[in-house]
């Protein structure tokens, strides 16, 4: 397994943009596909995106499709979530989570982080 850490959560106003990092302290990405779920209150938890441990993969859910960008930089040991034209639908906990993408979203990862708060308000 491997121990994920979120950040870059916050609050941001409708139509901002913000970008999500998934970390490994202590170990390394390189190997892993990353899944980013979220679930907002009263919800359950739904896939955003997956990137496979090479990045080639790339694959999002319909409703951020369009507006987001799921990356990787393997030389700082992170994942990155990028999305723009925040609604507040989009208002959620989201996590990182290691998962083949061929098994995301419904499949159960391997290891989970603890959670961002997004909160997209005016």
């Known amino acids: 397994q491997v121990q994920l850490v979120e950040s870059g959560g916050g609050l941001v106003q409708p139509g901002g943009s913000l970008t999500l990092s998934c970390q490994a302290p202590?170990?390394?990405?390189?190997?892993?596909?990353i899944g980013w779920f979220r679930q907002a209150p009263g919800k359950e938890r739904e896939g955003v995106s997956c990137i496979t441990s090479t990045g080639s993969g790339r694959y999002y859910a319909d409703n951020v499709k369009g507006r987001s960008t799921v990356s990787r930089d393997d030389a700082k040991n992170t994942v990155y979530l990028h999305i723009n034209s925040l609604k507040p639908e989009d208002t959620a906990v989201y996590y990182c989570a290691a998962i083949q993408c061929s098994k995301w979203p419904a499949g159960s990862p391997a290891s989970w982080g603890q959670g961002t708060q997004v909160t997209v308000s005016s």
């Open positions: 202590g170990s390394t990405l390189r190997f892993w596909a």
